[in-house]
């Protein structure tokens, strides 16, 4: 089944990045007592799933920071206001006009996995697009920087799928609560 995934790592008070856009808390933090663990059979695989989509998403921050050159092999949107020649796999497209192409992408049975940046998320939040949230939670207290959610105007019931301890992360798995 094709879906919207958005996938990110945050502090534990929801941050994705320091002020200056910096993003080194994001390893973890393991207790010398931790046992890996999952609340499911198959754990998550990051590779896996990467291999299941066919579109990754993403902001231009994080376009600029070379994080579509880890994935050659897949279609990239990168949401701008700016007008940018579209290159090899590479595709610059305005918020809406993104937003649209990937909801029809997903009804052709393609899967879009939103990469990077509070507001490229919020892009697919706000619309209610998102058919399952893989979070990632660092024990790190980040104080200020750049959100993962932002406010909105309206609440998106989710159910928890799963949970796993990752090294020093818990990684949790929610779908969209019909």
């Not at 999952?38 to 998550?44: A, E, L």
């Not at 697009?129 to 750049?146: C, E, F, K, N």
């Amino acid at each position: 089944m094709a879906e919207i995934v958005l996938s990110m790592m945050q502090s534990l008070d929801g941050y994705i990045a320091d002020q200056n856009l910096e993003f080194d808390f994001i390893e973890g933090y393991p207790g010398p007592h931790l046992e890996e663990m999952s609340s499911q059979k198959q754990s998550f695989d990051f590779e896996d799933f990467v291999g299941e989509v066919d579109i990754i998403v993403m902001g231009m921050t994080s376009y600029q920071q070379g994080f579509h050159l880890a994935y050659p092999d897949k279609a990239i949107y990168v949401v701008t206001s700016k007008k940018i020649n579209n290159q090899a796999n590479l595709h610059f497209l305005a918020p809406q006009r993104l937003l649209k192409l990937i909801l029809a992408k997903r009804k052709q049975g393609k899967s879009s996995y939103i990469l990077g940046g509070g507001m490229t998320a919020q892009l697919f939040i706000s619309a209610d697009a998102v058919d399952r949230y893989v979070i990632g939670t660092v024990p790190y207290l980040q104080g200020s920087g750049r959100k993962l959610f932002y406010p909105q105007d309206q609440a998106i019931p989710l159910q928890l799928e799963s949970v796993q301890v990752l090294g020093g992360m818990t990684l949790c798995q929610y779908l969209r609560r019909s």
